[in-house]
């Protein structure tokens, strides 16, 4: 696991650091995670790192193509490791879960707008929100 996280960031010619090992490695544990929660798991960790650290590690990693950042409305960015395709999300506006929708096209873009003259689209982020099984149960038995 780590070896193939160290491989990953060398490809992708990152030095390969404590700090950003255990970020990848929270992130493969909790998917979609903002600074703050990743910051929380590698302190849960014994990882002492200070919300700043992991900020900048995240920054090099999305750089870098190995992280995936999206930022959901009134939320903070949030971050995953499944980058290899075109997957849309599905956010709780109750609960702020994220759960992972998969492309019917799973290519980018897979929505075509009509953009303005000589505007090249390569992305369409699409992000459902509405309520989660959870939050929809939890209000009927409120
Ligand atoms: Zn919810
Ligand atoms: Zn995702
Ligand atoms: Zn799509």
């Excluded at 600074?35 to 995240?58: F, I, K």
């Excluded at 953009?115 to 929100?129: I, K, L, N, S």
């Amino acid at each position: 696991m780590t070896e193939t996280d160290a491989e990953l960031l060398r490809e992708r010619g990152l030095r390969v650091t404590q700090g950003r090992l255990a970020v990848l490695d929270a992130l493969a544990r909790q998917p979609h995670a903002d600074a703050d929660a990743v910051h929380r798991a590698l302190a849960a960790a014994g990882h002492e790192t200070s919300v700043q650290s992991v900020h900048n590690v995240l920054g090099d990693l999305t750089s870098a193509g190995v992280l995936r950042r999206f930022e959901p409305e009134r939320s903070a960015a949030r971050y995953e490791r499944r980058i290899d395709d075109n997957h849309h999300h599905a956010l709780c506006r109750v609960c702020g879960r994220v759960d992972d929708v998969d492309c019917v096209v799973g290519a980018a873009p897979c929505l075509h707008a009509d953009a303005p003259p000589g505007f090249a689209v390569d992305t369409a982020e699409v992000t459902f929100v509405g309520v989660c099984a959870d939050c929809a149960a939890a209000a009927t038995t409120a």
